[in-house]
């Protein structure tokens, strides 16, 4: 029996105006090809197969109707996607960000490649200035064309997870009111509403989750110490190479009132606990073990790690996206 292959093919290539159009996307695939092609739209923040079809002779048609173009994901990493004016204007934007992309691909190999740890460092930082100048360029693409489909694809799929609630909130409210009904924009919105209820001086919203004896653990019962609650995960480079200071600080500050409570986007068990133990990381930590899907991460709007949340004795936020260099000098102000 011929093997199965999903292909998951619609991109930008509908329409370029937010309006119910036809749409017929076209295919040929070469060499060793699927019984089947499966077309995919997003929908109510996931991939939904939404049809499919035969191929005979490696091609396969699909016919159908959207109000506005959807997310260009391409199970064929190589496919080459033509016919669409939008999905031109998608290509000048990729021209715009080629040439960070490619430094950004050759310093990544290099720091795979390299085992001295002084280059490595060097390289991360390298990679953290292209990330920026990535984001300022698509930044500067979505004030420039508010109108554009493009604009709002581009801060969800792109750069949201660099933004805070008064970026996105002002980017978001920059786009065109005719693009309010695309299921970007909705998804920006509905973040934007999550964002609003954990800005710093409010209370931060209560919880409870199992640690990982299946004791249930509340934020409140932390009530009367600084606690950071660290969003992180054993698969995380950045949040494991953080640790050492964060272990640091624990270590300085918990006898004046500091404490931390981690929160593990993980789904494997045995690899959370085993990170807890490599990294000497002494207190409270909790999981679902659902990853992304953990219940306090959406309650904090977090979609990227590492993300940590300081939270006063009172119980009000302080501030989000604290990250480990600057914990010292906030902490040493809090207990001086």
Known sequence: MKRLLPIILIALTACNSPKVEEFTIN??????????AYLKLYQDGKLTVVDSADLFGGEFTFDGAVDFPTGTIDSLANAKISGSSVQLQYEAYQELKKGIDNQSEEIYKTYKETT????????????????????????????????????????QREIIYYLELQELDSLTNSLSPELANYHYTKDLNKRIDVLKTVQPGMIAPDFTQNDKDGNPINLSDFKGKVVLVDFWASWC????????????????????????????MDNNRDKWLAAIEA?????????????????????????????????????????????????????EEIFK
């Open 237 to 264: 480079g950045p949040c494991r190479r953080a640790n050492p200071t964060v272990v640091a600080m624990f270590k300085k500050y918990s006898s004046k009132g500091f404490t931390i409570l981690g929160i593990s």
């Open 279 to 331: 990294d000497g990381l002494t207190w409270s930590h909790v999981s679902t073990l659902e990853g992304w899907a953990n219940p306090v991460g959406k309650l904090y709007g977090v979609n990227s790690i590492p993300h940590a949340v300081l939270i006063n004795r009172d119980g009000t936020i302080i501030k989000r996206g604290v990250n480990a260099e600057e914990l010292d000098g906030i902490l």
């Open 27 to 36: 295919g040929t695939i070469s060499g060793d090809t699927p019984e089947k």
């Open 116 to 155: 001295d740890d002084v280059l490595k460092a060097q390289l991360i930082a390298k990679l953290d200035s292209l990330d920026f100048a990535g984001i300022e360029i698509s930044k500067q693409y979505v004030k420039n064309n508010p109108t554009s489909v493009l604009a709002p694809f581009i801060i």
